[in-house]
């Protein structure tokens, strides 16, 4: 069976930047799947654990990363990692992935100010780009050869490795930790669904067997700031095993091996004083290493880049047309779903067996956009005012369209209503569908 290689790809999420997201992984799926947190995690996002990022990366074959421009505020008086104008999170993956020691191909823009590391090895590959304005970058075919001899390495020296989930837990804890914090560890790791949770006993084992464990476990709980852990700990921290960081309290100050990552491990430690009930923040962030999904394909990738390109945006689509007369709104409706646009539409939401009014009234709560399609009759229609009215009374960008040979204009706006004349359903969808586009992209960008 032909595998491909699994991609940890760490990206940024802002609209301006999904256009070189998008052109990045068409380079990479050929001999590539995504490896991403379940789809149905994705409405939102996902908690910052770093355990979760760390078991991402383990699973991967390798790592590539696109680091755009972020303005730093704090740039005059920061050094090294702080000092740069660029994603805190985002550096702090490629940080991870280098500690990782992972085949990594990292694609950088000059002016955010960061540097390729040290070192000569071919499986890390640093390409620095500039774009300015544009969402594309200059030199295009260099960054598309720079990329294609990396794949071509990576073919050369790896093969597509096992995707196993390792369901054992190791916790790590002072001598002087009481029973009963033990058992709230082990109650909270099993409910996690992780069924054997073993406490390491440092005195009674060899070097050896403390990085056996340690290797074959799939997560580890640890006391990062204790005398008798912190190092065992950087032990395990050097052998990239996910790990729940754990503190007395947020006084002690953390182990240098976790300092120097403005994205990193402070905003991650599971305090257990002064703090949220730590049973339950163990409990998350061990469950959160069981959501990564099966790897995706070209399509599937696509449609998860651009997952959050609309984020928050949800169209209204309002019309009278009835079945057999809606071959191009059938076809806008197919472009929004490509295109990841969240919609309403009153005859696809409309199920069986439901109150309409209620999803109908919900529906215009939460609209960002209204599209008004109008055939003759829509005003006529009592619904089709009452939406009308609603989206109006919201004061929510309208966007009114003539449709289906009507050249009337509607007297229910002042607005200009675009015909759509042409007799080419495609080419009326496709319209529509622009408008849509420009419209919410205007009013969703990023500052």
């Known amino acids: 069976m032909d595998r491909k290689f699994t991609v940890y790809l760490s990206h940024s999420w802002r ?44 699973r991967s074959d390798i790592f590539v990363a696109i680091l755009p421009f972020r303005p730093n505020p704090n740039l005059p008086a920061s050094q090294g990692d702080y000092g740069l104008q660029c994603s805190p999170a985002s550096l702090f993956e490629i940080r991870l992935a280098e500690r990782a020691h992972r085949p990594r191909l990292v694609l950088y823009e000059r002016t955010t100010g ?18 300015g304005a544009q969402s594309l970058p200059e030199g295009l075919d260099v960054i598309e050869l720079a990329i294609e001899r990396w794949l071509e390495w990576v073919n050369s020296c790896r093969k597509p490795g096992l995707q196993q989930v390792l369901d054992r837990a190791v916790i790590l804890l002072p001598r002087s930790a009481d029973s009963p914090m033990v058992e709230q560890l082990n109650i909270a790791l099993q409910e996690a669904l992780f069924p054997t949770v073993e406490r390491i006993e440092i005195a009674t084992r060899t070097d050896a067997e403390l990085i056996d464990k340690m290797l074959n476990a799939g997560l580890l709980v ?12 950087a032990m395990a921290h050097g052998l990239f095993v996910p790990a729940i960081r754990l503190a007395p309290t947020k006084a002690l100050p953390l182990p240098w091996i976790l300092e120097g990552h403005p994205g990193g491990y402070q905003h991650d430690i599971v305090l257990l004083s002064d703090g949220p009930p730590w049973p339950a923040e163990v409990k998350a962030r061990a469950a959160a290493i069981f959501r990564v999904t099966e790897p995706l394909g070209l399509d599937a990738g696509r449609r998860f880049i651009k997952s959050r390109r609309y984020k928050g945006v949800y169209v209204f689509l ?12 059938d076809l806008l409706i197919q472009g929004l779903r490509d295109e990841q646009i969240d919609f309403f539409e009153y005859y696809r939401d409309n199920e069986a067996g439901i109150q309409w009014e209620p999803k109908l009234n919900e529906a215009l709560g939460k609209a ?13 229609s009592p619904v089709c005012q009452k939406e009308w009215a609603a989206a109006r009374d919201r004061n929510i960008p309208l966007l009114p369209f003539l449709v289906n040979g009507r050249t009337t204009r509607t007297n ?20 529509v569908f622009d ?9 969703t960008i990023d500052p």
């Open 435 to 443: 408008q849509i586009k420009r419209t919410v992209v205007t009013s």
């Open 15 to 58: 609209i301006q930047d999904i256009e070189l997201n998008l052109w990045i992984w068409e380079r990479l799926a050929e001999q590539c799947n995504l490896l991403v947190d379940r789809p149905d995690s994705q409405v939102e996002h996902p908690p910052y654990y770093i355990s979760r990022l760390e078991e991402t990366l383990r």
């Open 222 to 233: 640890a006391d990062v700031v204790s005398d008798g852990t912190q190092e065992l700990y």
């Open 412 to 431: 229910l706006t002042p607005l200009h209503n675009q015909t759509l004349d042409s007799t080419e359903p495609p080419i009326n969808a496709k319209t």
């Open 318 to 329: 309002s019309h009278n047309l009835r079945p057999g007369k809606r071959e191009f709104l």
């Open 368 to 380: 960002t956009l209204f599209t008004g399609l109008l055939a003759d009759g829509y005003e006529d």
């Open 114 to 131: 960061f540097r390729r590391p040290p070192g000569d090895w071919p499986g890390a590959t640093y390409i620095p780009f500039d774009r």
